[in-house]
């Protein structure tokens, strides 16, 4: 109600909007793995005013990565090999949830296994804290040891497996995000949701190289990556309108989001909440500016609610 008489006071439009149980003050989160737990960029804006911050996947043990180089600019996009470095679960637990909560920002904690096993895991150590984060990402694109290394993503039934091992350890909700590099992702779909996902994230980075013709060696150390950038917003968009038809679970879209036009272009196609990843690599504040823009556009177009664009496009 509050929100509400601000809003009118103020003649902003709402932004608010809802994926299954997750209710958020406007549909801009932060991908996982662009902006960490957004330490970096506090300097440049409060967080807390994102519709939630996606955390880096956090995996049971501390997890080196690719080796190096793992970064490189192509054209209108990036190629990264991170190899999803990070502290492991217990190193967010015990320090970074703590600085999150302090800066009011609303937690999407990003979790992965190398197995069934290991998700359920990292689960049961999240489960003490479930009522301090939003919801739980189940990133599916990493590989899957008992599989040979192929993602889970590639294997729908995997993909059920594993959502439904986490969803019933924890009575959160629970995000599926997976790759756009199978021709399986609607059927991996329906797998989340049999699962119990309540949405799903895509799309993940495309797989892609890039060469130096003067080392005649790889850009990269681990010689393939995922592109993202501008250079996949198309074909984001395309995923999110194919799979918005399917009308199977709530859509968060990203891939090359780099301002408020961006956003609306996915929302219109489907999407009810959009990722920024890149840009925050880019321009440090990118969220708030997106924000901004946002509710400028709306008041220009006396559009009371940005609700009102999601699987607006006209065919």
Known sequence: MTDNMDRRATGDPDLSVEIGRIKLPNPVITCSGTFSHGEEHQPFYDISVLGAV?????????????????????????????????????????????????????????????????????????????????????????????????????????????????ASLLDIPVIAKLSPN?????????????????????????????????????MLGNITGGLSGPAIKPIALAKVFALSQENILPIIGMGGVFDHIDVLEFMMVGASVVGIGTANLIDYDAGIKIITGLKNYLKSKNIDSIKSFIGRLKI
């Not at 090999?81 to 502290?87: C, E, M, R």
């Not at 359920?120 to 009522?131: E, F, G, T």
């Not at 599989?147 to 889970?152: N, R």
């Not at 199978?182 to 993940?204: F, L, M, P, T, Y």
């Open 182 to 218: 199978h021709d399986n992702i609607v059927q991996s779909v329906q797998s989340a949701k049999r699962g119990g996902a309540e949405a799903v994230s895509i799309i993940n980075t495309v797989i892609g190289m890039a060469v130096d013709i003067e080392t005649e060696r790889p």
């Open 54 to 166: 996606t955390t880096k996947s956090y995996s049971l043990k501390p997890k080196k990565g690719n080796p190096g180089p793992r970064i490189c600019e192509t054209a209108s996009g990036v190629l990264n090999s991170i190899g999803l470095q990070n502290d492991g679960i217990d190193i967010f637990l015990t320090s970074h949830l703590a600085w999150m909560q302090e800066k009011d920002a609303r937690v999407i904690l990003s979790i992965f296994g190398r197995d069934l096993e290991e998700f359920k895991k990292v689960a049961l150590k999240v489960l003490d804290i479930k009522s301090e984060i939003l919801a739980l990402e189940l990133n599916l694109s990493c590989p899957n040891i008992e599989q040979g290394g192929k993602a889970f993503c590639a294997m729908p039934e995997e993909v059920e497996k594993v959502v439904d091992g986490v």
